[in-house]
T-cell receptor, first 115, second 115 residues
Framework: DAKTTQPNSMESNEEEPVHLPCNHS???????IHWYRQLPSQGPEYVIH???SNVNNRMASLAIAEDRKSSTLILHRATLRDAAVYYC????????????????FGQGTILTVHP | DAGVTQSPTHLIKTRGQHVTLRCSPI?????VSWYQQVLGQGPQFIFQ???????GRGNFPDRFSARQFPNYSSELNVNALLLGDSALYLC??????????????FGPGTRLTVL
């Protein structure tokens, strides 16, 4: 499986944008980029996913580099409730149905938001 | 709608004992996955179940087993507990489709402490 590399931690101020980077230099053409986050004392929750084009939803935006070797999760206005561990995960669409229920988590990035 | 529920919330056991953890998926979700999250690390995949059958297994010893019931709820069993089994055990459910992009919905987890 292709691996991802994320910074161990990042800090932000409330109401400011946050850019969380993820490197995946060995990504294959059939790997989708998924982001999950884990709030304190909770299970992970889905944030966003994409393949090649930038993606937006109500939670965040995902910017994918043209060569797909890196991506950035963008929180447009951080709030205290966004303080969490953010995980960048690659999922291969050709891996087969039995792998669909498996997410391979790395260490993630601990995001601290200051008031 | 209720999310994924897990019981108990916390559990303390001693080495050598057996433990059973329970998970109820979101209504309509037919697949359940189990993860182990050791403090400071990302969750690690243990099992995936669908229609009462194991559909994927992570790199865990045979002391770990699980089953899924006709109502799609699931149990994770761990025998001969070791100190290293102390962790947060997470259950995730999803709708079983042919799409690998199905979102997984996680429960809050069961915190197991082995003394």
């Amino acid at each position: 499986d292709a691996k991802t590399t994320q910074p161990n931690s990042m800090e932000s101020n409330e109401e400011e944008p946050v850019h969380l980077p993820c490197n995946h230099s060995t990504i294959s053409g059939t790997d989708y980029i998924h982001w999950y986050r884990q709030l304190p004392s909770q299970g992970p929750e889905y944030v966003i996913h994409g393949l090649t084009s930038n993606v937006n939803n109500r939670m965040a935006s995902l910017a994918i580099a043209e060569d797909r070797k890196s991506s950035t999760l963008i929180l447009h206005r951080a709030t205290l409730r966004d303080a969490a561990v953010y995980y960048c995960i690659l999922r291969n669409k050709n891996a087969g149905g039995t792998s669909y229920g498996k997410l391979t988590f790395g260490q993630g990035t601990i995001l601290t938001v200051h008031p | 709608d209720a999310g994924v529920t897990q019981s108990p919330t916390h559990l303390i056991k001693t080495r050598g004992q057996h433990v059973t953890l329970r998970c109820s998926p979101i209504s309509g979700h037919k697949s359940v996955s189990w993860y182990q999250q050791v403090l400071g690390q990302g969750p690690q995949f243990i099992f995936q179940y669908y229609e009462k059958e194991e559909r994927g297994r992570g790199n865990f010893p045979d002391r770990f087993s699980a089953r899924q019931f006709p109502n799609y709820s699931s149990e994770l069993n761990v025998n001969a507990l070791l100190l290293g089994d102390s962790a947060l055990y997470l259950c995730a459910s999803r709708v079983w489709t042919a799409s690998f992009t199905d979102t997984q919905y996680f429960g809050p987890g069961t915190r197991l402490t082995v003394l």
